[in-house]
């Protein structure tokens, strides 16, 4: 027996990418909507109740909508945009979360999947958390830069145009009003925001993800040892997950953006010096593989009970 896929929205960059992993996959069958019917709600009312599973890759509006439209009381959704990541009745799609969310995932109806900084942040910072290390009223700062591919279709047209890229590097959200800030802020376990200062590189995809850490001002004065083997504890054995050794990271001059190519992969690394009691934690992924389509499909294979890395690329 087939599991049936509707994607509503599966022709932006997330919905593509999506697609891509799922083809050729005989335990999945999609339902797809024919491009004149595309804006028909009654077509997509149709797709989306006949779907045992569905992925929204649509604007918060517009995915709002989509749940309104099914009716019946099985069809399971995986939202990809920011509307319901920190609404109630939504899991959160992070499986590596913390102990037992994955199976959490495994018996919900509706996921909502991470946004693509808040993977990276929360796999550095909420096994600190959870381990004592950092405390929940910590004053976090997170930074890095993305591929520009994360701003969609427009940016994309914006930094691929015919008059060339605007621009190498180019700081944003500087208003400190983030829309990842909330999920962020929730599932790292903290209580007051962290300081989010997001940029976006001349790149197409790819992500790197950094969070300093005063070590020796922190309750405890935790070490990188310390830091790192609440890390490498908390994603042991993962297939997608992984924690580079410390003597690695200390032989590691530099960590590209491409680090982990256009894979569904997550590598993190703890550089930092046990003289000056500093840490610079750094997460390495592809903004449109773990940071959004690998996600979904991670997510959807832990629904439908199929073994968790099948279509990855990893």
């Given at each position: 027996?087939?599991?049936?896929?509707?994607?509503?929205?599966?022709?932006?960059?997330?919905?593509?990418?999506?697609?891509?992993?799922?083809?050729?996959?005989?335990?999945?069958?999609?339902?797809?909507?024919?491009?004149?019917?595309?804006?028909?709600?009654?077509?997509?009312?149709?797709?989306?109740?006949?779907?045992?599973?569905?992925?929204?890759?649509?604007?918060?509006?517009?995915?709002?909508?989509?749940?309104?439209?099914?009716?019946?009381?099985?069809?399971?959704?995986?939202?990809?945009?920011?509307?319901?990541?920190?609404?109630?009745?939504?899991?959160?799609?992070?499986?590596?979360?913390?102990?037992?969310?994955?199976?959490?995932?495994?018996?919900?109806?509706?996921?909502?999947?991470?946004?693509?900084?808040?993977?990276?942040?929360?796999?550095?910072?909420?096994?600190?958390?959870?381990?004592?290390?950092?405390?929940?009223?910590?004053?976090?700062?997170?930074?890095?830069?993305?591929?520009?591919?994360?701003?969609?279709?427009?940016?994309?047209?914006?930094?691929?145009?015919?008059?060339?890229?605007?621009?190498?590097?180019?700081?944003?959200?500087?208003?400190?009003?983030?829309?990842?800030?909330?999920?962020?802020?929730?599932?790292?376990?903290?209580?007051?925001?962290?300081?989010?200062?997001?940029?976006?590189?001349?790149?197409?995809?790819?992500?790197?993800?950094?969070?300093?850490?005063?070590?020796?001002?922190?309750p405890g004065a935790p070490t990188l040892t310390d830091v790192h083997a609440a890390l490498a504890a908390a994603y042991a054995g993962s297939p997608i997950v992984s924690v580079a050794a410390l003597e690695d990271s200390g032989a590691t001059g530099n960590v590209e953006i491409e680090h982990v190519g256009a894979?569904?992969?997550?590598?993190?690394?703890?550089?930092?010096?046990?003289?000056?009691?500093?840490?610079?934690?750094?997460?390495t992924l592809d903004n449109l593989g773990k940071g959004a389509a690998g996600a979904a499909v991670q997510n959807l294979n832990i629904l439908a009970g199929l073994p968790e890395t099948a279509g990855l690329r990893l």
């Amino acid at each position: 027996m087939t599991t049936k896929i509707f994607i509503d929205g599966g022709h932006g960059t997330t919905g593509i990418e999506i697609a891509d992993r799922l083809a050729g996959r005989p335990e999945l069958s999609l339902i797809i909507v024919p491009e004149a019917q595309r804006r028909d709600a009654g077509a997509r009312r149709d797709a989306l109740n006949a779907a045992d599973i569905v992925i929204l890759c649509l604007p918060d509006d517009a995915a709002r909508e989509a749940v309104a439209l099914i009716d019946n009381g099985k069809t399971r959704v995986i939202d990809a945009s920011t509307a319901h990541r920190v609404a109630d009745g939504w899991t959160y799609g992070f499986p590596e979360l913390e102990p037992g969310h994955r199976e959490k995932l495994a018996n919900s109806r509706f996921v909502a999947n991470p946004g693509c900084w808040p993977t990276g942040f929360l796999a550095l910072v909420r096994p600190l958390t959870l381990a004592g290390l950092v405390p929940a009223d910590w004053p976090v700062t997170v930074s890095g830069a993305s591929g520009y591919s994360g701003g969609g279709k427009a940016m994309i047209a914006e930094y691929e145009g015919t008059d060339g890229a605007p621009t190498a590097f180019r700081a944003y959200g500087l208003g400190l009003g983030h829309k990842h800030v909330p999920e962020m802020t929730r599932y790292a376990g903290l209580s007051h925001p962290p300081l989010f200062a997001p940029a976006v590189a001349n790149a197409y995809r790819g992500m790197l993800v950094e969070v300093p850490l005063q070590l020796r001002a922190m309750p405890g004065a935790p070490t990188l040892t310390d830091v790192h083997a609440a890390l490498a504890a908390a994603y042991a054995g993962s297939p997608i997950v992984s924690v580079a050794a410390l003597e690695d990271s200390g032989a590691t001059g530099n960590v590209e953006i491409e680090h982990v190519g256009a894979t569904d992969r997550l590598q993190l690394f703890v550089f930092g010096s046990a003289t000056s009691g500093q840490a610079r934690l750094v997460a390495t992924l592809d903004n449109l593989g773990k940071g959004a389509a690998g996600a979904a499909v991670q997510n959807l294979n832990i629904l439908a009970g199929l073994p968790e890395t099948a279509g990855l690329r990893l």
